[in-house]
Nanobody, 124 residues
Framework: VQLQASGGGLVQAGGSLRLSCTAS????????MGWFRQAPGKEREFVAA????????RYADSVKGRFTISKDNARNTVTLQMTSLNPDDTAVYYC??????????????????WGQGTQVTVSS
């Protein structure tokens, strides 16, 4: 699975951004997808994940209620809609994918594929 992320940018606090990640590979429909982020000077952290079917999702507590992850198997795309952004959301966001059956339970340790990062900057 190869991943190509897009959609980052600069936004004011309170604004919204949508990140997209397009995957190539015949196994996409059976692939769990998600997003991680890494802020300057910090370790990469989990943000959101979605099951291969799109029927189940999981979010980090810091983004619950503000971010929504969705998956379109027909278009091989996973999207992260981010709202009510604040400066703490500033980071490089990475698309991730996994074929593991326990992907939602252990996204940090079952990620098998990474996309290139896309920068999200939230100004105060």
């Amino acid at each position: 699975v190869q991943l190509q992320a897009s959609g980052g940018g600069l936004v004011q606090a309170g604004g919204s951004l949508r990140l997209s990640c397009t995957a190539s590979g015949r196994t996409f429909s059976r692939t769990g997808m998600g997003w991680f982020r890494q802020a300057p000077g910090k370790e990469r952290e989990f943000v959101a994940a979605i099951s291969w079917s799109g029927g189940s999702t999981r979010y980090a507590d810091s983004v619950k209620g503000r971010f929504t992850i969705s998956k379109d198997n027909a278009r091989n795309t996973v999207t992260l809609q981010m709202t009510s952004l604040n400066p703490d959301d500033t980071a490089v966001y990475y698309c991730a994918a996994s074929l593991a059956i326990d992907w939602l339970a252990r996204p940090e340790s079952t990620t098998g594929y990474w996309g290139q990062g896309t920068q999200v900057t939230v100004s105060s």
